[in-house]
C-alpha cells in the first residue's frame, strides 16, 4: 500500500512516517507554492531514509490565506485554509503519474498531533477526502500529547530545534511569511506570527 505524507521535515511529520512505515509505502511530500528556491525538507526526508516529492499548491489560495492573516492578526485561519488544500491537493493524486514508480495512491496522512490546535482535519472533512478521493486518510499522531511526541523524538531523531524565523523548513510558514512581508512590509511578519521554536529533523538516532 502507498501513502503519501505531507511532509515539513520536523519531527512531528518524520515520527508519522516512522509510525506508518511498517504498513505503507511512504512518499514524503512538500508543498510549495512557488516562494522558496529549494525545499529543505528534502535533506531531511534523505537523512531519515524515505523518498519525497515536492508538489505544486495554488498560488491564489497562498495569497488568500495571506489576506486573511493579515486582516485577522494571528495566522490560525490562515494556516488552517493552507493545510486543508494541501491535503486534499495530495489527495486528489495527480502529482503521483508525474513521479516514477509511486503507482496508485491508497491513503495521505499528516502529522497533526492531539494537541494542536491548528492546522487540524476534522472528522467530517476526512471523511470528504475519503469519499472524494477514494484514499484512506490517516493521522497517527492524533492521539498522542505533546510530552510523548517529545520523547519519541528523543529516542529516535536528532532534531535542530530553534526560533521559527531561522530554522529552515518546508512547512507552510516559511512561504506564507515570505508572502506577508512581500505584501504588508516587515512589521506585518512580526505582529501576524508569535516567535516560536521549530524542529528540523536531520537523522536518526
Known amino acids: 500500500m502507498h501513502c503519501a505524507l505531507l511532509y515539513s521535515g520536523g519531527k512531528d511529520s518524520t515520527l508519522a512516517a516512522l509510525l506508518l512505515d511498517p504498513f505503507y509505502d511512504v512518499t514524503l511530500v512538500s508543498g510549495s507554492f512557488g516562494v522558496r528556491d529549494t525545499d529543505p525538507a528534502q535533506e531531511s526526508a534523505t537523512a531519515v531514509g524515505f523518498d519525497h516529492v515536492t508538489v505544486d499548491l495554488d498560488p491564489d489560495v497562498a495569497h488568500d490565506a495571506v489576506k486573511q492573516m493579515f486582516d485577522d492578526g494571528y495566522p490560525r485561519n490562515g494556516i488552517q485554509r493552507v493545510h486543508e488544500h494541501a491535503v486534499e491537493t495530495v489527495a486528489r493524486a495527480d502529482w503521483v503519474a508525474d513521479a516514477d514508480g509511486l503507482g496508485t495512491l491508497d491513503a495521505v496522512a499528516d502529522g497533526t498531533r492531539r494537541d494542536d490546535r491548528v492546522p487540524t ?54 512561504e506564507l511569511r515570505a508572502l506577508l512581508r512581500k505584501r504588508y512590509g516587515e512589521g506585518a511578519v512580526a505582529d501576524v506570527f508569535p516567535e516560536h521554536t521549530q524542529s528540523r529533523v536531520q537523522g536518526l538516532r
Open 121 to 174: 482535519v476534522d472528522r467530517p472533512l476526512a471523511q470528504s477526502i475519503e469519499d472524494r478521493f477514494d484514499v484512506d486518510y490517516l493521522a497517527p499522531l492524533a492521539g498522542i500529547g505533546r510530552g510523548a511526541i517529545d520523547a519519541m523524538a528523543a529516542d529516535r531523531l536528532v532534531v535542530e530545534s530553534g526560533p521559527s524565523a531561522e530554522i529552515p523548513k518546508a512547512d507552510y510558514e516559511v
